[in-house]
């Protein structure tokens, strides 16, 4: 991890506490198992991802397997480290019931998403800098998607919401599952 990607996860964690958001010792390595739950549980808590995200649109479209699934790494530390969101429509909400390290192997790309970038990017996401928001991202390549496009697409405002989710949950900079500092 350069200097540079190391002060932006700082500027994270600084910015979490001042906003009230978990502490470091519970969110771990930055995407890795328990950062996943406390993004979980962040979610929960979000009015604009529990509400807006609920109609069958989203949430319901989960292929019939009763949750959509939201998997993330860090290009820095490899696809072997993702972690796992589990998004379920229960009572009119679109609720995490599961946030920790990737458990669905084969995801149905038609419901399903895969995210990952550079820590750098993450940053930049997690901060809602411009340029960072969700299309933005996309379009220009910081944010690496699979997944059903036109559907991310027909809900910006929560993926949005969700990125900067993302800058929220406080995490250190080592890689999860292997402890190791995150490759340029």
């Keep these: 991890m350069t200097s ?3 002060k932006s996860i700082q500027r994270i964690v600084a910015a979490a506490v001042l906003a009230g958001g978990a502490s470091a010792a519970q969110a771990g ?18 009015e604009t ?6 109609g069958d649109d989203w949430a319901a479209n989960n292929g019939d397997k009763g949750y959509k699934v939201i998997q993330m790494y860090r290009n820095g530390c ?3 480290t993702r972690v796992e969101l589990n998004i379920t429509a229960q009572d009119g909400k679109a609720v995490c019931t599961y946030g920790g390290p990737a458990k669905t192997a ?7 998403y895969l995210m990952h970038a550079s820590d750098e990017n993450w940053t930049c996401m997690g901060e809602g800098r411009f340029g960072c928001g969700a299309m933005g991202a996309m ?6 998607f ?13 993926f949005n919401a969700f990125l900067k989710l993302t800058g929220k949950v406080i995490g250190d900079e080592s890689c999860p599952a292997t ?4 490759s340029r």
């Excluded at 699979?146 to 929560?158: D, F, L, Q, R, S």
């Design 146 to 158: 699979a997944g059903p496009k036109m559907e991310a697409a027909n809900v910006t405002e929560p």
């Design 106 to 112: 084969a995801l149905d790309d038609d419901v399903d």
């Design 179 to 182: 402890g190791k500092t995150a």
């Design 49 to 54: 991802l529990t509400t807006e995200l609920a």
């Design 78 to 80: 490899g696809g072997d």
């Design 29 to 46: 390595p930055f995407m890795g198992g328990d950062w996943a739950e406390s993004v979980c549980q962040n979610w929960n808590q979000s």
């Design 4 to 6: 540079r990607q190391s």
């Design 139 to 144: 379009m220009s390549g910081k944010l690496q």
